[in-house]
């Protein structure tokens, strides 16, 4: 079971990232499309595309957890956050934008249903929620600690360093996913039997 304790205390430390990362971008991502000359409908359409997006890939995340395992999902959702970064950096035009919004909304979309598969796996039963609640700590530590940090290097530093800072997050995040370890016991799901 330390394993199990140490595997939910880094995802909880992964989840701390990816929130900081959500919570930094989401309330300057919108001011940054209007700086790429969209208006405010047209900011507003990118962030639906996204959501739709991000809608969608929701149910596509647990089947693909389940197939492939929370640690890879994990890994490659950190990953595809830094290039949403990426992409929004070499953005000039608010049309450019609109994939990294995308891919941002899947990043998050792949992320939330493998970190709460990932939990139920390494916690024990009688603590499930006790380890959601403490796991759900790190998204408004995000809240508190994002706005901050990102205000405060696209004030001081511009854009660009804003999308350095977010990519290096996002590195770190899947770094610090190479340390999970998955659970070895896993049973199948069958989609029908849910149905």
Excluded: H
């Excluded at 890879?72 to 049309?95: D, H, N």
């Excluded at 899947?106 to 709460?116: D, G, I, K, N, Q």
């Excluded at 899947?174 to 998955?182: C, D, G, I, M, V």
């Amino acid at each position: 079971m330390a394993e199990a304790g140490r595997n939910l205390f880094t995802l909880f430390t992964i989840n701390v990232v990816m929130a900081i990362c959500w919570y930094m971008s989401s309330p300057f991502i919108p001011l940054f499309i209007r700086s790429l000359g969209a208006s405010v409908f047209l900011a507003s359409l990118v962030l639906f595309t996204s959501g739709v997006a991000s809608t969608m890939a929701m149910i596509l995340s647990g089947f693909l957890s389940d197939r492939y395992g929370e640690k890879k999902l994990i890994i490659f959702s950190a990953l595809i956050w830094g290039l949403a970064s990426i992409l929004y950096r070499f953005s000039t035009t608010w049309e450019e934008a609109i994939p990294a919004a995308i891919i941002a909304s899947l990043s998050l979309s792949l992320f939330l249903p493998a970190r709460m598969s990932f939990i139920v796996l390494n916690a024990k039963p009688s603590s499930v929620a006790t380890a959601y609640g403490f796991m759900n700590i790190a998204w408004p530590v995000g809240g508190i600690l994002g706005p901050v940090i990102g205000g405060f290097i696209i004030k001081s530093y511009g854009w660009n360093y804003f999308f350095y800072f977010w990519t290096v997050l996002a590195l770190a995040g899947a770094l610090l996913s190479l340390f999970l370890r998955e659970a070895k016991d896993r049973e199948p799901t069958d989609i029908r039997s849910m149905v």
